[in-house]
T-cell receptor, first 116, second 115 residues
Framework: AQKVTQAQTEISVVEKEDVTLDCVYE???????LFWYKQPPSGELVFLIR??????QNEISGRYSWNFQKSTSSFNFTITASQVVDSAVYFC?????????????FGKGTRLHILP | ETGVTQTPRHLVMGMTNKKSLKCEQH?????MYWYKQSAKKPLELMFV???????ENNSVPSRFSPECPNSSHLFLHLHTLQPEDSALYLC??????????????FGNGTRLTVT
């Protein structure tokens, strides 16, 4: 069965600090996709990144970077030099490639507070 | 113009009322979804429509009734709700259903309060 665990319920850091959000997943499929979404106070979930199970290269996009490690079933997200605008709830999600019901499983989310 | 638009943004209804939530996507996507977001719980998938056919009904009570008249519009009809149904209801769409790889594009949600 699919499962996504975000053990950090809430994190607070001071602006300009780096912060890492953890995500651990479970799946029996060999082909799957991992996602991160950001939910600011406005409510809309914003897609940040998708990674497929065969691509373990780390990715960097500006101040955001992602570390995918199949050996530990983790897909962690790091924000470098955090800013107040990064305050939001961040969700990690998993989708299995063979699922016919388009089910994307979300973690419970990590609420990130960036303090000025 | 946002890709996925939901109305209303806020809704307060009594337990005997009937109301509908509306979602419209302007992205040309082929699948639409309803998710429920309650406090301290993971996002719960309620319904999936792929090419206008319902492909998933995730054990949702019959007091929630979805309707997908075309690939751009999705409704959630509500009747005789319970206070525990109060939540943020999120609509989403995706381009390539059935393969697991399409990211979801979400609307802003409807904040529902049942009194």
């Amino acid at each position: 069965a699919q499962k996504v665990t975000q053990a950090q319920t809430e994190i607070s850091v001071v602006e300009k600090e780096d912060v890492t959000l953890d995500c651990v997943y479970e799946t029996r499929d060999t082909t799957y996709y991992l996602f991160w979404y950001k939910q600011p106070p406005s409510g809309e979930l914003v897609f940040l990144i998708r990674r497929n199970s065969f691509d373990e290269q780390n990715e960097i996009s500006g101040r955001y970077s992602w570390n995918f490690q199949k050996s530990t079933s983790s897909f962690n997200f790091t924000i470098t030099a955090s800013q107040v605008v990064d305050s939001a709830v961040y969700f990690c999600a998993l989708s299995e490639a063979l699922n016919r019901d388009d089910k994307i499983i979300f973690g419970k989310g990590t609420r990130l507070h960036i303090l000025p | 113009e946002t890709g996925v638009t939901q109305t209303p943004r806020h809704l307060v209804m009594g337990m005997t009322n009937k109301k509908s939530l509306k979602c419209e996507q302007h992205l040309g996507h082929n699948a639409m979804y309803w998710y429920k977001q309650s406090a301290k719980k993971p996002l719960e998938l309620m319904f999936v429509y792929s090419l206008e056919e319902r492909v998933e009904n995730n054990s949702v009570p019959s007091r929630f009734s979805p309707e997908c008249p075309n690939s751009s519009h999705l409704f959630l009809h509500l009747h005789t709700l319970q206070p525990e149904d109060s939540a943020l209801y999120l609509c989403a769409s995706s381009q390539d259903p059935g393969q697991g790889r399409s990211p979801l594009h979400f609307g802003n949600g409807t904040r529902l309060t049942v009194t």
